[in-house]
């Protein structure tokens, strides 16, 4: 029998990820990606790819998502150069209410789906995001 009326679908994500994995980005608050980080038994290398390092958590690198004067290839070509540096550390990309979007030539889905490793979304509010699934770890 045929359906009539439209199926109701969320926008958002239902089913959180476990871990972050190459090739699928997930999303978190800072504080709860800071939480699941300390809880993993290594804890990996942290990098932030954000517009200034004072917004960077204790212990996180830092690598720019816009410089003055540096065209949107040259802030690609340094975030490859950093991967190529940091093989297994993973990345978080600041796109908090109010941050500026790192300037990219390709759109930035997928520069992060083609980053060969773990990337955390740091978002205002996790369970609200219709990009990417939210990173949760279980109990």
């Given amino acids: 029998m045929r359906r009539k009326s439209p199926l109701e679908v969320e926008s958002t ?4 990820l476990p871990m972050p994995m190459p090739g699928q980005p997930v999303c978190a608050t800072e504080s709860e990606a800071v939480d699941q980080l300390a809880r993993l038994p290594e804890p990996p290398r942290m990098f932030l790819w954000t517009d200034h390092q004072r917004k960077c958590p204790a ?60 990337v955390i979304v740091l978002v205002s509010r996790s369970p609200e995001q219709e990009d990417w699934p939210q990173w949760v770890l279980p109990e």
């Fill in 13 to 16: 994500w239902r089913y959180p």
């Fill in 59 to 118: 212990d996180w690198g830092f690598i720019a998502s816009l410089r003055q004067g540096v065209p949107p290839s040259g802030i690609e070509a340094e975030l490859e150069a950093w991967a190529s540096q940091y093989p297994k550390a993973w990345l978080a990309v600041d796109l908090r209410d109010g941050m500026i979007p790192p300037s990219t030539v390709r759109p930035l889905e997928t520069v992060l789906r083609n980053l060969n490793r773990p």
